[in-house]
């Protein structure tokens, strides 16, 4: 059975930076796509980026371009998200998502695995 388990989180000043991580076990996850989302208070959970099974193409909401970036170890099974240049509207619970298929692009609406979030709070 997959899971996958996000750490990282906490609370921040505006500026700041953060690198989340998702570990999955279960799984050899070098041939998955994967991808990050977050849900701040009362919204909706959103993209926040994704990155294809072999690491060639990354993809990021245009909220994060240039201060985020999406990674991955396969050697530790592990994806990371370096948030940099944090603002207080980057607050919410972050998760991680590996999608159900192998090998080609990252599916944010198909069917896969997530994480239990961890949470991201910036403070003004």
């Known amino acids: 059975q997959v899971q996958l388990v996000e750490s990282g989180g906490g609370l921040v000043q505006a500026g700041g930076s953060l690198r989340l991580s998702c570990t999955v076990s279960?799984?050899?996850?070098?041939?998955?796509?994967m991808g990050w989302f977050r849900q701040a208070p009362g919204k909706e959970r959103t993209f926040v980026a994704s990155?294809?099974?072999?690491?060639?193409?990354?993809d990021y909401a245009d909220s994060v371009k240039g201060r985020f970036a999406i990674s991955r170890d396969n050697a530790n099974n592990t994806l990371y998200l370096q948030m940099d240049n944090l603002k207080p509207e980057d607050t919410a619970v972050y998760y991680c998502?590996?999608?159900?298929?192998?090998?080609?692009?990252?599916?944010?609406?198909?069917?896969?695995?997530w994480g239990q979030g961890t949470q991201v709070t910036v403070s003004t």
């Open positions: 998502k590996v999608d159900h298929y192998p090998y080609g692009l990252f599916h944010p609406s198909g069917r896969g695995t």
């Open positions: 279960g799984r050899t996850h070098s041939r998955y796509a």
């Open positions: 990155m294809s099974w072999d690491g060639r193409r990354k």
